[in-house]
């Protein structure tokens, strides 16, 4: 292991000067008294504020006349597109959990939401079965049709429920609810003191992988933002509430910020992505008369028209910057809001007008990043904006690889310290070692708006790969100065780097054992938990001693059911971490929770399928050649076509959410199960 030194901690809140000192003039003005001093340039990243509608215009303009260029050489070559494959967090110990995230003082919106005293329940989302989430670039298709874009309606009354935990006697009870709009779903919910956030949307499909890059999957969508006071919990009455044209992507909040991001394409009555000849030319015709009122998203506050995004909260690639990528122009406008929960108000918005592949919040800064495949090596594109009721641009930086954020992969990127650290993959199709893995570090330049890469691995010092030949890249975990990362095609490597010297990181030790883990928990500096997949493919957990860097081992896995017969398992919070409940309790021990949804078979009963939450202890964790995880027992459900898990655990109490409905027990006794509530 190598002698670990302290890192500069860098400013991340970027102040821009946008004038310089002179003298007064008669007329009030402002005038140069030493010509001989040259002003200093305006610092200028990547990008750069628009100042015209015109530039607006003609950006989107460009987009459009690209994609649908794009489109009709698609046609008339007839061929598929490609798909393409592609923290320093520890829960604090409390005597109750709440939603787990990827930053430790950053929330993240979910459809239940937990303070201590009152569980609240957003409805399932319509068509939950469909989600798409895979990676890829694909071209824009005909598949525009609203009936893909926006919700059925709904015949019955969809609510939020309240409802009171009393941990005590492990019980929960329905209090109020809060009626909802119809016409659009709940993708997550905030509880911050006496007020309730939900946010809503009309779109259905999920918000990343190739919807993401499809441009008319983003017309015509509406987001929803509303603010209840739950002061009186058994009448919450609504305070604030902001739509905004633009389908919902991501959310955060960190302390009395909402920060929603949304993707929004203008709708052109009339325009044709997929034109003939004749049609072409009423294309044109549509383009051409195109104003900035017909692009930007309308935008309303508790009912009123509000200006809340102008031209010059826009911000576009500047074209004489050689890190710009060579195609620039893109039809979908991608919007960041922030929310002040205090005042509750529209703070800022701010919109970006290029092509955006996923989304990464830290605890001082929201990231944009974008994939730029023009040429025959990938290359990702990451925008910086601090986490503040300003949303200041900090800077663009430049990573070789593909980033793709979808489900838990926003585990691949990290701030720390005022470093940028990125994972990416480039999959070259080479039948001998498809896959090239790649850690770059960028350091958070203040002065110039940039960031500057300064380091990459593997290198000419260190040429090892991450990853043997045909491994795909599964858990990526960062922790302070290491990274934890697993590697999959046979076996299961997992990799422990050193970045305590951010300029020369180094592969530090290698462990090999079967299956894989997808999912990475630092348990604490001396061990690492791995939620993922067994050689037969079913569920297995493993603990990881990783108290000596340069030689990790396995402390034993386990696989829930495989001693009854089980026939296949998954849990969802192999990929989606808010399924995942982990406690701290005290030096030698934690509790965590962990759904499966299991296949099983008996020659008495035949197969059978069951939704489980099972409820684990890691023991002796504070010597870690002896820790261990042990099964505490389990809530039993049956089986149904709502598979969304979230869990909780209050004092000894524990509640498990199956879809909307809950059971609940005791952490001493599990077999005495209650519910549903």
Known sequence: MRARYPTVLLPIIVSVLISCGGGSDNNGGYTNNDSAVNEEPVPQGILIRAETDSEIINSVRQGLITIIEGNIEQRALSQPSIEVTASDVVTPSENYTTTYTLEKDVDEHDYVKYDGAHMFIAPSKSMDCCFIMEDAFVEEDRIASSAFNVLPPQTDKRSIRILKTEPASASIEQVSSIELDTMH?????????SQLAAISSSGW??????????????REQTTVLDIYDIGDIGSPTRQFNIEVEGG????????????FVTRHTPSISGLDYFPTAEQQTENELLIDSLTVADILPKVTVNGE???????QDCFLFDPDNDQAPAEIGYPTLTLVFAIDLVSNSLSKAMCYLESTNGIYVSENAIYLTQVDASSSKSKTIVHGYDLSSDLNYLGSGVVDGALYLNSNRDFRINEHEGYLRVVTTDRDFDSDDQFDHRLSILKLNEQELRMDLISTLPNESHPKEIGKPNEDLYGVRFFGDTLYLVTFERIDPLYVLDLSIPSDPVIAGELTVTGFSDFLHPVSEQLLLGLGQDESGLVKLELFDISQMNFPLSLGAMVPGSDENARWSYSEARYNRHAFTYQQINDDLDRFLVPVNMGLYS????YKNEDRLYMFELRNKSIPNLASIFEAGKITTPSGWDNRNRSFIHDDAVYYLNGTEVWSTFWGSPSDQKGPF
């Open 305 to 311: 028209p509000s200006e809340a995004i102008k031209s």
């Open 603 to 606: 020659d008495e009963s035949g």
């Open 205 to 218: 499909w999920g918000s990343y992988g190739s919807e993401f890059l499809r441009v008319s999957r983003w």
């Open 248 to 259: 919902f992507v991501s959310s955060r909040r960190k302390g009395n910020n909402i920060y």
């Open 185 to 193: 779903t709940v993708e997550g919910l905030y509880v911050s003191g």
